[in-house]
């Protein structure tokens, strides 16, 4: 069983910025890919980035591409979200997910675990 805690959210003007971070537990996270993902109240879940265990291969949303970027430290077991540029519209609970098979992409059901969240609200 892999446990996911996630950090860093909090209340910030749009412009600004934010660094989530998802600590992992288990001995095989750099085998793992992993996904942030968000949810706005009233609306489903949707992919923001992955990644997959070397940190070479990503993968972002179109509605996140060039402001947000994902990276990994797996020697800390950590994965990082770091969010530029930040728009109202990107105000959601944020989730990071790990893939036990490594393929990590843009599809919720090819993640194994998630950890609880962590709430993003960017004013206007």
């Known amino acids: 069983q892999v446990q996911l805690v996630e950090s860093g959210g909090g209340l910030v003007q749009a412009g600004g910025s934010l660094r989530l971070s998802c600590a992992a537990s288990?001995?095989?996270?750099?085998?793992?890919?992993m996904g942030w993902f968000r949810q706005a109240p009233g609306k489903q879940r949707e992919f923001v980035a992955a990644?997959?265990?070397?940190?070479?291969?990503?993968y972002y949303a179109n509605s996140v591409k060039g402001r947000f970027t994902i990276s990994r430290d797996n020697a800390k077991n950590t994965v990082y979200l770091q969010m530029n540029s930040l728009k109202p519209e990107d105000t959601a609970d944020y989730y990071c997910?790990?893939?036990?098979?490594?393929?990590?992409?843009?599809?919720?059901?090819?993640?194994?675990?998630w950890g609880q969240g962590t709430q993003v609200t960017v004013s206007s």
């Open positions: 990644i997959r265990g070397s940190g070479i291969t990503t």
């Open positions: 288990g001995r095989s996270f750099s085998s793992y890919a």
């Open positions: 997910a790990a893939d036990r098979r490594g393929l990590g992409g843009p599809n919720l059901p090819t993640y194994d675990y």
